[in-house]
């Protein structure tokens, strides 16, 4: 544990957590969910050839995302978007169109939100839960009850195109503020991304503590900050220590 600036814990009313490779392992299970998603669009339609490539896939979104940045605000519609554009680009449109790409997107969702959160840190959770009003700030599309992690947060704060922007922007942090009625330097932000969680946290006016290489050591390391943290841990469960 590394404290970067002078913190008074005593004035922290309110804990807010990113959820993906900050309290479990998202990294692989994202993986196995976007191979199986690109096996499910072939199995689904027949195709073959570079579409059973997922970098087919991630280069329609790509350009579909380069196109609308607004939709970097909804990662749920940028994904069903570009499955329209794709399929139109195959020569097989949806036949229900963005309806249709939707569904196909909730099927992705629901293997992308299958992972595991480990009994240590539930019990963290529970004991931080019984301390601090606890805030879940996330930019992705995890289903938070499937993941059985939505009881320990009294919200659960998302992107909404055209209303709240993705972090590393203040608007989630500036609403989670409002929820709880403190002000922004009342909350303490635990994240493992230099840029969305440190940054954007920092420059919102929050405390910030960051999981550096996040849950699984695979995050962006300390290269990659543009400002300091106020707090940096190596494992999730140092928060035991600090906050307990």
Known sequence: MKFY???DLSKIKVLSFDLDNTIYDCQ????????????YLCERYGLGGKYQSYDYWANVKSKVLHEDMSLEDD???????????AFKEIGIPLKKGLEEAIDLVN??????SDGVVSGEVRSLMSALKAKYPLISVSNGNLDAKQLEVSSYFE???????????????????????????????????????PYTDVFGA????????????????????????????????????ELSQLLL
């Open 155 to 193: 919200t659960d704060l998302r992107p909404v195109r055209f209303k709240f922007h993705r972090k590393p922007h203040q608007d989630l942090f500036i609403e989670c503020a409002k929820f709880k009625q403190v002000k922004p330097c009342e909350i303490l932000h635990i994240g493992d991304d």
């Open 5 to 7: 600036k002078q913190i």
């Open 107 to 112: 099927q992705f969702v629901k293997k992308r």
């Open 28 to 39: 692989s299970v994202l993986t196995r969910a976007e191979n199986w998603f690109t096996t």
């Open 202 to 237: 920092v420059s919102s006016g929050c405390k910030c503590v960051w999981l550096r290489k996040g849950y699984t050591g695979i995050s962006p390391d300390e290269r990659f900050l543009s400002v300091l943290p106020d707090i940096e841990i190596d494992n999730i469960l």
């Open 75 to 85: 990662v749920t519609l940028l994904r069903a978007q570009s499955l329209v554009v």
